[in-house]
């Protein structure tokens, strides 16, 4: 039986504080959820929704920003039928994304490819190949021509096509994998050049190193990738490089008590794992690799247990730059879901929405993973007055200063100074902002600051 897992929980994100985040509204209804995340550039990333409010409902909404998170447009989906969800998103710029939808109930053929050129203002459905015995999983663009789509298996073989028109034309990929009895899961696939992974409900994981043409399979530690065969079980994955990633392997979260969660690293593009013993807060929601360092991972949580064990320690950001060995807390205590990163400075994480004209439903990241610490280790003892500010902010710290900056809540830079322990900040329009601070050592701490 093929059934979708949307991970998620019922719970309105709650208000944060936390250092290296900043709240972004996606405007989608209250409670909805990121489901994923596809990031063109700095300005320019596509989401899509689920909802996360207990209702059981499959919304077709794509939130969409062009200024880097500053405003999110949300947008319904049209075309797709009643009985259809939304599987994954691919985007190559502003205008141009393309979505793969599948049946979450009977009724009509819910299997399609559809594609936008205006910015999710109409959809267009492609003629993929998909029908009404598919499901598709996942879909992935290279560029504005290249294109992969992957569904359940069909005859035996996972359902697979290919496009190099930008999907005017979709094409059976003849070297496809065989079924061994499984099947997939929507969005849980990880694309890093030419390399594709996906995992099943066996806890398999299929690869192919020429952009989906040949594959390879072998099993992981994970029992099953979704939790609908082995319920409690749950996996996600993240890949530097054609070879080396990490694993995250959860068991028994059926309840709280049984839940257990380990990290596994591979060199080998994931045909062998090994288990890892890591050190610091490391968390089992999602973890992601951040392309354009030497070897630094973000993990994060969204589990809060339950009312009658609630787990705040389940909930959280944390990074490693060492590959996962050792992991240092962006926050806690907060639930923090789907990640994407672009690179050091630019990432996104799922939070939960606080409904349309709101302030909440995806955070933005704040600072520098290339460099040494976040401020929750710096221990610097900074300070900042006066706070609200009107003219001018004193700025002192146990360590030598180096730069400062000041950032707006949509993650733009829009003050820098190089010297000096009093910032003119009357240029300033009113509000709230991070004031981000880095020393010569390399490590980085931020606090709020309130221009008056």
Known sequence: MKKVLLTGFALVSMATQAQGWVDQATNFPANFGIDEIAVVDANTVWAFAYDGSGAGTYPKIV???????????AKTVTGPSTNALISDIAAVDANTAWIVTAPYASGSQANNVYKTTNGGTTWTVQASGYTASSFGNQIYFWNANEGWTNGDPVGGKFEMYKTMNGGATWTLVPGRPDQEGDFGYVAMKEVVGDNIWFGTDVGRILHSTDRGNTWTSSYSPVLDFGGVTTSGSSGSFAFKDGNNGLLIAVDGAGTVATTVANLYSTNDAGENWEPMTPTGPWYFGDIAYVPGTANTYVSTGINPGTTAQPKPEWLGSSYSKDGGLTWTAIDSGEQRGKLAFLNSTTGWAGQFSDGPGGTKGILKFVGDLALAVSNT??????QIYPNPATDVVNVKAKNEIQAVSVIDLSGKRVQA?????????SKLAKGTYILQVIYVNGSVEQTKLIKK
């Open 63 to 73: 939130s969409r920003t062009t200024d880097g998170g500053a405003t999110w447009t």
């Open 377 to 382: 280790a710096v221990k610097s003892g900074l």
């Open 417 to 425: 100074f190089t010297q000096g322990s009093q910032l003119n900040v």
